[in-house]
């Protein structure tokens, strides 16, 4: 190659990267669309506006992760960990100087469908974003007019992230978005009736069910955002718990429960199946339960359209009868009928809706044993129902019983009663115990005013 034709070769080659970086550079800053964006700061709005908005701030748990307890409401200040480093909730208030008080209605639109702040800042998507992006532009109205004219303003300054340089950097997730993301609102599918729509778009969009209980791949995406994946809601690990499949999954999932069985779940906190723990009880007290009759109904409608997947769940569970005394020698028996039984029962099959099932629970047949080794440990968050807390609640056991005796416990109630989540080993209860703390025995009640 000649020196002319190498220079040339060259030109191209470094003005082709020029127009790529261009691109790129274009790309990672460009504000994105709003069709809110023509739009002047509208007046306080009416109180049925400001209502509205409240209750879809109520079906995205807006407040669970940016509230405290002893916080004025949606100041922010939640410490939540990521891979890279704990990151904080901010103060979404209309204070002008810390909070969103200066966001315009675009503003705020961008920054809850697509994640980007008006300086052109990326969010983090611990904000769920990849869900929310597909509310309606009537629900961001509402949405805004709520914490714009419902909220009281608190000047409340946020906590920066904990995450080093260079991984926090914001560019890459607009990359990020690209790949893992559809800025779309929800369209309604015309071959299905008003209350599949509905129930879709609360589970897919403001209630972003597959947040915790859709898989993630190794970019920390969801791996499905509706019902056009097969990976969608079929169960996720997150925070030391295991969010069960939502599918028609028997073993793991929704199939033995019908649609009553879920609305009560949501409504009431338990049902004849199962009692909200973990993660689930934040999302119950203070979510799940304000919504309306007709919201649950649809949620429950769309979930049980959900098919589920035989080579993923195995064969359906079955009750399998087992014979228990305080004579037990099987290990973990003693410990289930001394610690265990008065609660669960001989049987397993617990105390109507009070006392939930060990035989077919979910923690008890899948194969992540997380959820199972977390609320033995830890215990079980108070369930506050109609501002009524439960008198009953999973106590923590980490303090009365050793790694290796909660193993050996787990293992005998995930392989009895025909339970096939199988064997749950010490060092997985020891890595747990390491990383987590006991549940708090007091009520927590967030306020959303």
């Not at 909070?99 to 800042?121: E, K, N």
Request: glycine share 10%.
């Amino acid at each position: 190659m000649t020196k002319s034709r190498l220079a040339t070769t060259l030109g191209c080659f470094a003005l082709l990267c020029l127009v790529i970086a261009a691109v790129l550079a274009w790309y990672v800053t460009r504000t994105p669309a709003s069709p809110f964006a023509a739009q002047a700061s509208a007046a306080p709005p009416d109180p049925a506006l400001v209502q509205r908005g409240e209750y879809v701030a109520r079906l995205g748990d807006c407040v669970a992760c940016h509230s405290l307890p002893e916080a004025a409401p949606f100041t922010g200040g939640l410490k939540m960990a990521t891979p890279l480093g704990a990151i904080y909730a901010t103060n979404i208030t209309a204070d002008r100087a810390t909070g969103i008080g200066a966001y315009s209605l675009a503003d705020f639109d961008r920054a809850v469908r697509h994640g980007v702040t008006p300086d052109g800042r990326r969010l983090y998507p611990a904000m769920p974003y990849p869900s929310y992006a597909k509310l309606s532009d009537d629900d961001i109205r509402a949405l805004y007019a709520f914490f714009m004219h419902g909220v009281s303003p608190a000047a409340q300054a946020n906590k920066p992230s904990e995450i080093p340089w260079p991984l926090n950097l914001r560019w890459p997730i607009a990359l990020w978005n690209g790949l893992f993301t559809d800025p779309a609102s929800y369209p309604a599918k015309p071959d299905q009736d008003a209350q599949w729509n509905r129930g879709a778009y609360i589970v897919q969009g403001p209630g972003h069910c597959g947040s915790c209980h859709t898989p993630r791949g190794l970019a920390f995406n969801e791996k499905g955002l509706s019902e056009a994946s097969k990976t969608y809601l079929a169960g996720g690990l997150l925070d030391g718990w295991y969010a069960p499949s939502l599918r028609n999954d028997p073993n793991t999932g929704l199939g033995r429960w019908n649609e009553a069985d879920i609305v009560s779940f949501l409504k009431h906190g338990r049902n004849r199946h199962a009692v909200v723990y973990g993660s689930m009880t934040e999302a119950f007290n203070n979510s799940t339960q304000f919504m309306s009759d007709e919201d649950l109904g649809a949620i429950a409608h769309y979930l049980k359209s959900l098919p589920g997947d035989p080579s993923r769940d195995g064969p359906a569970w079955q009750y399998q009868a087992s014979e228990l005394s305080a004579a037990s020698t099987a290990p973990g028996a003693h410990t289930y009928v001394s610690r265990c039984a008065t609660c669960h029962g001989l049987d397993g099959r617990g105390q109507a809706e009070w006392m939930p099932p060990l035989a077919g629970a979910t923690s008890a047949l899948a194969g992540e044993d997380a959820s199972a080794i977390n609320i033995t440990l830890n215990g079980s968050q108070r369930i506050v129902a109609a501002g009524v807390p439960d008198a009953y609640r999973m106590p923590a056991f980490r303090e009365q019983l050793s790694d290796r005796e909660i193993a050996e416990v787990l293992s005998f109630v995930r392989t009895t009663w025909g339970n096939h989540g199988g064997a749950v080993e010490a060092k997985a209860v020891g890595k747990l115990r390491e990383h987590t703390g006991p549940a708090s025995s007091n009520p927590i009640i967030l306020q959303m005013r």
